[in-house]
């Protein structure tokens, strides 16, 4: 089955501790984003990465860094600069034409708790 | 301003009516796509329909549709005949194409729970 998996479901930590959040994609897809939500709100970009060794900030990058050594995995690390990090992580990917009609597809999320 | 305003926090309806979850937008691009996510409580972000803002005719997708009215920014969802495995939080989004180039970032609206009663 083709899909995004993300790991672990759900994570805690405490604070000061730098924490990595995993993205895996089977799709063949070269674009990966990673977003952010709270409660209440919508999702928030992060990163993107549009091909291997390549990535950008997305709109709230600060406290976290990224890394995308395969085309399959784009981990997310939350670092102790992050101030607020409690929140559900969601990891997505597309084709990556970059067209209007590139639709971005979601792994189930990790939900971080900082304690 | 906000780029996608959904105005309903939360909307009933009954199971097998049809229901409309409103998702105003704001761009100066004429090139831009619009999407729908439904995300239920487990979390995951499905997708449902895409519009593009040159496409004449409303998207549709199985039980759900789109109500593209560009001139008033305006890309309601519909859905008919509601089942009860539609409650869920429903997100609005666009992508706007960057001058010169793809833009690969998409603005999510603050999302509207709907509830299907039996």
């Known amino acids: 089955d083709g899909g995004i998996t993300q790991s672990p479901k759900y994570l805690f930590r405490k604070e000061g501790q730098n924490v990595t959040l995993s993205c895996e994609q089977n799709?063949?897809?070269?674009?990966m984003y990673w977003y952010r939500q709270d409660p209440g709100q919508g999702l928030r970009l992060i990163y993107y990465s549009q091909i291997v060794n390549d990535f950008q900030k997305g709109d709230i990058a600060e406290g976290y860094s990224v890394s995308r050594e395969k085309k399959e995995s784009f981990p997310l690390t939350v670092t102790s600069a992050q101030k607020n990090p409690t929140a559900f992580y969601l990891c997505a990917s597309s084709i990556g034409t970059g067209s209007m009609t590139d639709t971005q597809y979601f792994g189930p999320g990790t939900r971080l708790t900082v304690l | 301003a906000q780029k996608i305003t959904q105005t309903q926090p939360g909307m009933f309806v009954q199971e097998k009516e049809a229901v409309t979850l409103d998702c105003t937008y704001d761009t100066s691009d004429p090139s831009y796509g619009l999407f729908w996510y439904k995300q239920p409580s487990s979390g995951e972000m499905i997708f449902l329909i895409y519009?593009?803002?040159?496409?004449?005719q409303n998207a549709t997708e199985g039980r759900y549709s789109l109500n593209f009215q560009k001139a008033r920014k305006s890309a309601n969802l519909v859905i008919s005949a509601s089942q009860l495995g539609d409650s869920a939080m429903y997100f609005c989004?666009?992508?706007?194409?960057?001058?010169?180039?793809?833009?690969?970032?998409?603005?999510f609206g603050k999302g509207t729970l709907l509830t299907v009663n039996p």
């Open positions: 989004a666009m992508r706007e194409e960057h001058r010169g180039g793809s833009n690969y970032k998409l603005t």
């Open positions: 799709l063949n897809h070269d674009a």
């Open positions: 519009q593009g803002s040159y496409d004449q």
